[in-house]
């Protein structure tokens, strides 16, 4: 399966995730936030760094809650802003 590239717009909405991301851990390490949302430190450290922009609605969910971060949050602050 191939899978299409993405647009600048994903990219740069995958980029502010996870700054956004890196931002609500502040001080808890990766693994710690990973082991909370039931991922792996490898997974939490692409999506942060951007190298995996459109992550699984699920993962981000998990993520959001090991945070303590709502989901209508996220989308707001993540979403590609057109002027």
């Given at each position: 399966?191939?899978?299409?590239?993405?647009?600048?717009?994903?990219?740069?909405?995958?980029e502010r995730?996870?700054?956004?991301?890196?931002?609500?851990?502040?001080?808890?390490?990766?693994?710690?936030?990973?082991?909370?949302?039931?991922?792996?430190?490898?997974?939490?450290?692409?999506?942060?760094?951007?190298?995996?922009?459109?992550?699984?609605?699920?993962?981000?969910?998990?993520?959001?809650?090991?945070?303590?971060?709502?989901?209508?949050?996220?989308?707001?602050?993540?979403?590609?802003?057109?002027?």
């Amino acid at each position: 399966m191939v899978r299409t590239p993405l647009t600048p717009e994903e990219r740069e909405r995958g980029e502010r995730l996870g700054a956004l991301l890196r931002e609500a851990r502040g001080g808890r390490s990766m693994v710690e936030v990973a082991a909370g949302a039931g991922l792996s430190a490898e997974t939490l450290r692409k999506i942060e760094t951007g190298r995996a922009p459109t992550p699984a609605f699920f993962t981000v969910a998990a993520l959001a809650g090991a945070l303590g971060l709502s989901l209508d949050d996220l989308l707001t602050r993540c979403a590609v802003v057109r002027v």
